[in-house]
């Protein structure tokens, strides 16, 4: 029933002494990380869309990725009002970085056969085109030679191929005055999007071919220190720990010492400050495709051993990302617990949160019953449940009680925004150095 969608999760997290202690800091210090925040925004400008991953441990609560050119709008109609904010956001966001902007060509990714992606697609342009915006969206699929329909369950999307006249793209003669791109570029940036006189957003120089998720946490590590001191936290709170190793084969054992170095040190780390926090439970590090998304080549790691041991199996699994792109740069991230559960089978459960700009418009739950709370739930079999905080994301109660829902989501939203805007200060790096 619709009435569903709108309730809020029963979350079994355990809250030890540390997140209850982030999270009253966070909502006794409201007013000066919102006046923080703005002030960020001012120096750094918010990419004009993202999504967040978070883990939510008990003891920490921390983004584990953050995607540019997010899919995935599609579960925001879980819940009706996060279509309404994302549309209010939207039209916000895009007239602050380009008032005259109208006519608007969205890029998509060409996954022609991935139903749930399409859908993806599908909300964005009802996002879109409720705030009067022309919308129109062209592939950079090589074989499109005529516009063709990618069917929905709201109609149909009309793909059409893309023409460069010029410095400028367009699609049978609609010239946009806005570039969206929706396609994260991980095989390279291709000569039609070079050297445009359009504006082009996110920046194509940061699809996954040229950025790498250890450079976006430097910067959200670096924020975490400055957050941290507004708040009076350790840092170590929401952030996690990482290490890079580069020059990776996993097919050829190519790089392997380094990982191994690098796991025994990370998991060092990691139990000193379990130890010093008084953590029961084991730690972990993740290993992950420095580029890419859709939860590709990533796996899960205990101890150096198991690193030394990895089979056929998981070394082919870990040698190639999105598109069939060699693996051979990875980080080696401090794995974050999810002790969040939804529903009587007990699904693990972890938020992934969507912006538009600097505000929270809403969010999900992704869940897997067959994972565990120490496991990548981005896997097939995993499902999506509405979070509801449509309302209260930046809002929260007056009644400060950490494990209130509206809190606790504020929290959410607080964390992603610092996600957000470790991007923001990426970009705007990027931009000097061009």
């Known amino acids: ?84 904010l994302s549309s209010e956001a939207a039209k916000i966001t895009l007239k602050k970085l380009e008032p005259n902007a109208r006519n ?10 991935n139903q749930f992606y399409w859908e993806n697609v599908s909300a964005l342009l009802e996002m879109l085109q409720s705030d009067g915006f022309v919308v129109r969206v062209g592939s950079l699929l090589p074989d499109l030679l005529e516009a063709k329909d990618v069917e929905v369950q709201q109609g149909r999307i009309k793909l059409e191929p893309l023409k460069r006249v010029k410095n400028k793209i367009q699609v049978d003669g609609f010239v946009p005055d806005l570039i969206l791109l929706n396609n994260d570029l991980s095989e390279g940036i291709p000569d039609l999007l070079q050297g445009l006189d359009q504006r082009i957003t996110p920046p194509a120089e940061l699809g996954w071919s040229q950025r790498l998720k250890t450079e976006h946490f430097q910067y959200y590590a670096d924020i975490s220190e400055e ?15 990482f290490k890079q190793c580069e020059e990776v084969n996993f097919m050829e054992g190519k790089g392997q010492d380094c990982l191994v170095e690098n796991v025994d040190k990370l998991l060092t780390e990691i139990r000193k400050k379990y130890s010093e926090y008084n953590i029961p439970h084991e730690p972990y590090v993740v290993i992950k495709a420095n580029a890419g998304t859709y939860g590709m080549a990533v796996m899960m790691v205990k101890s150096t051993d198991e690193m030394l041991k990895l089979n056929r199996k998981q070394r082919t699994h870990m040698s190639k990302s999105k598109g069939g792109q060699p693996v051979s740069s990875v980080i080696v991230q401090e794995g974050v617990h999810t002790f969040e559960t939804w529903g009587d089978d007990n699904a693990v459960a972890e938020p992934v949160v969507y912006l538009w700009g600097e505000r929270v418009v809403g969010g999900f739950y992704r869940l897997h019953k067959e994972r565990g709370v120490d496991e990548n ?39 992603a925004r610092l996600s957000m805007l470790a991007a923001a200060r990426e970009i705007l790096d990027q931009q000097k150095k061009s």
């Open 1 to 84: 029933m619709q009435t569903e969608y709108f309730q809020t999760p029963h979350l079994t997290t355990a809250l030890t002494g540390p997140l209850q202690l982030l999270e009253k800091n966070i909502l006794d210090k409201q007013k000066e990380i919102e006046s923080w925040l703005q002030a960020q925004w001012q120096k750094s400008p918010a990419p004009i869309y993202g999504s967040v991953d978070l883990r939510n441990a008990g003891f920490k609560l921390a983004p584990v990725d953050m995607n540019l050119f997010p899919g995935g709008f599609n579960n925001l109609r879980l819940n009706p009002e996060f279509v309404n």
């Open 104 to 113: 608007i060509l969205l890029i998509p990714e060409n996954h022609t056969r």
């Open 227 to 241: 957050f941290s001191t507004l708040i009076d936290i350790d840092p170590w709170f929401i952030s996690p720990l």
């Open 377 to 415: 739930l981005n896997a097939p079999g995993m499902h999506f449940e509405p979070l509801p905080f449509a309302n209260t994301c930046q809002k929260p109660v007056p009644n400060n009680v950490p494990d209130q829902c509206q809190n606790r989501f504020y929290a959410y939203g607080v964390i």
